[in-house]
């Protein structure tokens, strides 16, 4: 750790004057001063590359995590006044713009003695924009996965830049990253994106893969856009990082917005991810004709697997929101077959008890032991990437032979995958509002000259996040919090940790199949 030199910094209160930090190269700190309450008075954070981070610290402990500025690296930028003053719909707000003081906490519970820690800038307009509306050419691109809501962004995107802004020249970019260079584009305008929102999947199209920064800045700078905005996953955020570097180093006055996208809910920092809700809805139709047919039968074993890589979100609250599964395996809580307390034992008991059971699987639990019974652990998706093992599948060839085996009962298994019908649906009213903030919260940014940021709600507040910050870890269900505990209680299922041996031994080179699989949409 290296503590850096205040001296070539404005005259600070000495408690700003706290600056500590991981050297990264091109490092710079704009200090922010606030009016009224000296404890709103904070020094901001800039981070240039993903993993090494400076932190800058005010009184009580309070860190602002910024995100960049055009003004970082075009000092002599334009400033113009908000359109939006002139807006007979925010005439009726109170305060129409967000002050530069503004700051999201990203911990919400604190105690008494508690450091203010962490906190990110409030998004929303600002009472000055970087960007003439008739100047402005705004492009929209979506990568990797299907997820509900795509659509609406890219509808209230479209429709924010335009009503609210008078922004008219905006292009679609078709085909994910790799259309910058290879596919055509198409205008967007209110009346092209009016019912989009109303449709699955994205009408602009996607693809995995296909990232080269050089090639996309190209693109973007020889067709004279100045504002990207793109929706993506993890690595679509990381590509969307690399442009807004490439384009910091050329200085070209072009803002880099990243809307977040993942079904799995698994983005760090954020409430939720768009989506989520949807697909947490659309999967209790599923549990729901398990249940059905596992109650028409005798000694029926329904299984239905969801999406959840390596976040079990969707099968924990899809389980919770049910009250009909008997048991959720999930990514972050092993779980054994055979042997007292595991699910072979369980699902037996269960099925004398009440004759059915119902178990709720996401796609990444038990990886581990699929690979121990599968030879072709090669196989990869557009990107590169190693693709997950069928566990759902996997599963219910094991719950047969057990069952075959033992002689002790017969069953009717009952296998249910909806995920690509989930990952199809159109977003339902809570993500439809959702995604208008999220899109809304982009474009206010990129007006408001704010570039290589993403946008989410943090406690209920939506920020501009730093890209490193979402893409540094993903989030995960903790088996340890009261949440896992609700569900435990729920389902009435073992917690599969009083097992001397939760796992059988996995060999080195099993494991890291399992760890190369991580996918990274891009």
């Known amino acids: 750790m290296e503590t850096l030199a205040t001296s070539s910094l404005p005259a600070l209160p000495s408690s700003l004057c706290k600056l500590n930090a991981v050297k990264s190269h091109s490092l710079s700190f704009r200090p922010t001063f606030g009016h009224g309450d ?22 009580g402990g ?6 960049p500025h055009l003004t970082d ?25 967000v002050s530069s003081e503004d700051v999201v906490a990203q911990k919400i519970v604190v105690q008494k003695n508690s450091q203010r820690g962490v906190h990110f800038r409030r998004a929303g307009p600002r009472e000055e924009v970087y960007f003439m509306p008739d100047d402005v050419k705004a492009c929209i691109v979506t990568c990797g996965g299907l997820c509900p809501g795509i659509n609406t962004v890219i509808r209230e995107i479209v429709c924010g830049l335009n009503v609210m802004y008078g922004v008219n020249d905006i292009l679609g970019i078709q085909g994910g990253y790799r259309g910058f260079y290879s596919k055509n584009t198409i205008p967007l305008t209110p009346k092209v994106v009016n019912d989009i929102h109303k449709r699955g999947g994205t009408f602009l199209c996607t693809s995995r893969g296909g990232h080269d920064t050089v090639k996309i800045v190209d693109s973007i700078q ?39 996208k993942t079904i799995d809910n698994d983005i760090a920092v954020i409430d939720r991810s768009f989506g989520f809700d949807t697909a947490v809805e659309e999967a209790q139709r599923a549990i729901n004709a398990a249940h059905v047919e596992v109650e028409s039968v005798e000694n029926g074993v329904g299984i239905v697997k969801l999406m959840g890589r390596y976040s079990g979100f969707i099968a924990m609250y899809a389980t919770l929101a049910s ?20 699910l072979f034992e369980f699902v037996e008991q269960r099925i004398k008890e009440n004759g059915h059971i119902v178990i709720v699987l996401a796609e990444g639990a038990g990886q581990e032991y699929v690979a121990q019974n599968m030879s072709n652990m090669d196989q990869k998706d557009a990107s590169g990437n190693r693709l ?27 296998y249910i995958d909806p995920t690509y019908m989930i990952r199809a649906i159109p977003s339902n009213a809570s993500d439809n509002v959702y995604c208008t903030l999220l899109a809304h919260s982009a474009v206010h940014g990129a007006m408001a000259g704010y570039t290589g940021f993403t946008v989410g709600p943090v406690n209920g507040k939506h920020a501009y996040i730093p890209i490193a910050r979402v893409t540094e870890r993903q989030n995960t269900v903790r088996v340890t919090d009261r949440m896992w505990a609700r569900l435990l209680a729920s389902t009435n299922q073992p917690s599969f940790l009083r097992h001397k041996e939760v796992m059988q031994p996995v060999d080195e080179e099993i494991r890291e199949v399992i760890d190369n699989a991580r996918i990274t949409s891009i």
Request: net charge neutral.
């Open 222 to 260: 020889d067709r004279d856009i100045n504002q990207v905005y793109i929706i993506g996953g993890d690595g679509t955020q990381k590509g969307a990082y690399a442009i807004y570097e490439e384009i910091e180093r050329r200085k070209l006055p072009v803002a880099v917005a990243g809307i977040p």
């Open 38 to 59: 000296p404890n709103l008075r904070f020094v901001s954070r800039r981070a240039y590359v993903i993993r090494p981070k400076a932190i800058a610290s005010g009184e």
């Open 323 to 342: 009250r009909d599964v008997d048991c959720c395996l999930i990514p972050e809580s092993p779980f054994y077959l055979e042997g007292e307390g595991g």
């Open 62 to 67: 309070f860190v602002l995590e910024d995100v």
């Open 73 to 97: 690296f075009l000092p002599d930028s334009p400033v113009y006044p908000n359109p939006l003053q002139n807006s007979q719909a925010y005439a009726i707000v109170k305060q129409t713009f």
């Open 388 to 414: 997950l093992l069928d566990v759902g599948l996997w599963l219910s060839q094991k719950v047969k032979d057990h069952f075959s085996k033992s002689q002790k009962m017969g069953i009717n298994l009952k």
